[in-house]
């Protein structure tokens, strides 16, 4: 009698199962360029004598969700001028609000509560600019200048990493010979008075956060 193939059930294989790769998402860089160097009080001035010698652009536009605005900085003023400019090209104003709207007054930008704005200025430095206010330049309605550091500061001298924009019709006059005006808006007035119409709350802060973006005009 012939003998029937024994059939032999298949060996069961294991099933290999990959783990998909989780990739993390790369960081966005909090400045568009890294510093030139570490900037404080000592080398600060050195650095944006220097820094102005250069072919620097003379125009810088402010985006925000009301429109944009249109800025001529001052030759006159060549270590505030310089400063903005640099400032810029980081893109350390990005993302920073005008945290300051004092009704028929001023809008005072560059300042924000992100924390991401404290790590950009310690990337950059700790310094301060000195008032620049002997050139006769007044604070006519649309000047752009820049306020006094938070600092014990008895020479009022500037913050770099802020600005204001006089938005009071007829100008605001009692703040020359202790600001610097540094620019002025040529395009954009009716973002300024619309920024300043927004409601505040007690610390003259906007209700609703005014997120800029600058870049340079070419």
């Known amino acids: 009698m012939a003998c029937s193939p024994t059939s032999k059930k298949p060996t069961p294989k294991s099933k290999v199962i990959s783990t998909p790769k989780v990739v993390m998402p790369k960081k966005k860089p909090l400045l568009l360029a890294e510093p030139s160097l570490l900037l404080n009080e000592d080398n600060a001035i050195p650095f944006l004598f220097e820094y102005q010698k250069q072919e620097l652009p003379s125009q810088v536009e402010i985006s925000t969700r009301f ?37 028929n007054f001023v809008i005072q930008g560059g300042n924000s509560d992100h924390p991401n704005t404290s790590k950009k200025r310690r990337m950059i430095g700790r310094y301060l600019l000195p008032p620049d206010v002997k050139k006769g330049l007044k604070h006519h309605r649309g000047i752009v200048s820049m306020p006094s550091s938070e600092m014990d500061n008895p020479h009022r001298l500037a913050s770099p990493y802020e600005f204001f ?16 005006p540094f620019g002025k808006v040529i395009q954009g007035m009716e973002v300024v008075d619309a920024i300043c ?22």
């Open 67 to 103: 429109g944009n605005i249109t800025i001529e900085l001052f030759d006159d003023a060549p270590y505030h001028k310089a400063n903005f400019i640099y400032l810029t090209r980081l893109g350390y104003f990005n993302d920073t609000f005008f945290h300051r709207v004092v009704p």
């Open 165 to 180: 924009i006089v938005q009071q019709k007829g100008g605001a006059y009692h703040l020359d010979g202790n600001y610097t």
């Open 197 to 218: 119409a927004q409601e505040i709350d007690s610390r003259e802060a906007p209700i609703d956060n005014i997120r800029m973006r600058v870049k340079i005009v070419e």
